[in-house]
């Protein structure tokens, strides 16, 4: 820290605890009443563990047309730091975490940590107890221009995801959630669909391998009671082979009928772009 009113040149610092050498650094000039670091050692106590992933969520709906929605969506660059203390004393840790060409800093980053600024990155002090770990959790997002296919099950999961935080008119968010919960009937019914397929393949295999053994049976006299059996067996299969097969045709059938109410209400749903909005977003982007 340089407390007085004059900057300090660049040069080498040498640094003792205790009296003991703990090693040499070199420094950038110190802006007057500023801070800066001076690295001069690794502290293996402690470990730094980043993971980086990204994700795109809908900030808003500028267009509708045919089941097309063109959206202004944030780009979500998320970093997540697992620091762990493996030392025997609590210890202050800086994380310092330069944003991405064209990112800021989410609003829920800068509520939950408390930020500085240094040499143009953010400094995120950290409290690290002794022989714990703790994550910290940046988020920085940009703007993109991006179109959504809400006939897709991609597109469907970004607008449901969008419903659950966005502000937006009564009437468009009606026919939305009920876009949504027609495409999830679909995909229930798929899946029903997909499982009572493997059911009867299943049914039919085994129907086939009791005949075959019937066939079998039939040179063997002692077998009369084996084959009762498994004539019943085949029977019993064979019913739930038939009620399966009314299932599939029932599913089908609804499944068609949801397909053309999920067409006809993209149709009706449209959406043209506010340039009022536009315009008073770039008016305040200007300010």
Do not use: W
Not at 51 to 61: A, F, G, K, V
Not at 79 to 86: I, M
Not at 142 to 147: A, L, R, V
Not at 176 to 186: A, F, H, Q
Request: aromatic share 4%; no cysteine; glycine share 6%.
């Amino acid at each position: 820290v340089n407390p007085s009113d004059y900057t300090l040149d660049s040069g080498p610092f040498t640094v003792y605890a205790g009296g003991q050498f703990l090693g040499e650094g070199l420094s950038e000039p110190i802006l007057p009443k500023s801070t800066a670091f001076i690295p001069y050692a690794l502290d293996r106590s402690i470990l730094a563990d980043p993971e980086i992933t990204s994700r795109e969520e809908i900030d808003r709906l500028l267009t509708i047309q045919r089941g097309i929605v063109t959206t202004e969506t944030q780009r979500i660059r998320k970093t997540t730091l697992t620091l762990t203390n493996r030392g025997q004393q609590a210890a202050e840790v800086y994380v310092r975490h330069k944003l991405q060409a064209g990112y800021e800093l989410r609003k829920s980053t800068k509520a939950k940590l408390k930020i500085d600024k240094l040499g143009g990155a953010h400094l995120f002090p950290v409290s690290l107890p002794a022989g714990e770990a703790v994550k910290v959790v940046i988020e920085e997002q940009t703007p993109i221009m991006k179109t959504v296919d809400i006939r897709t099950p991609r597109g469907i999961g970004s607008i449901e995801l969008y419903l659950k935080k966005a502000e937006i008119a009564p009437e468009l968010r009606t026919k939305l959630e009920d876009i949504v919960k027609t495409y999830t009937g679909i995909a229930n019914r798929q899946e029903r669909i997909a499982v009572l397929d493997q059911q009867m393949a299943v049914y039919r295999t085994r129907v086939d391998e009791i005949n075959v053994q019937l066939v079998t049976l039939k040179k063997v006299p002692q077998a009369a009671k084996l084959r009762r059996h498994l004539a019943s067996k085949m029977e019993e299969i064979s019913d739930k082979l038939q009620q399966s097969t009314m299932q599939m045709t029932d599913l089908k059938g609804k499944l068609m009928t949801l397909r053309i109410e999920l067409q006809d209400k993209l149709a009706d749903l449209t959406l043209k772009r506010d340039k009022k909005k536009d315009a008073d977003k770039s008016t305040d982007g200007d300010a």
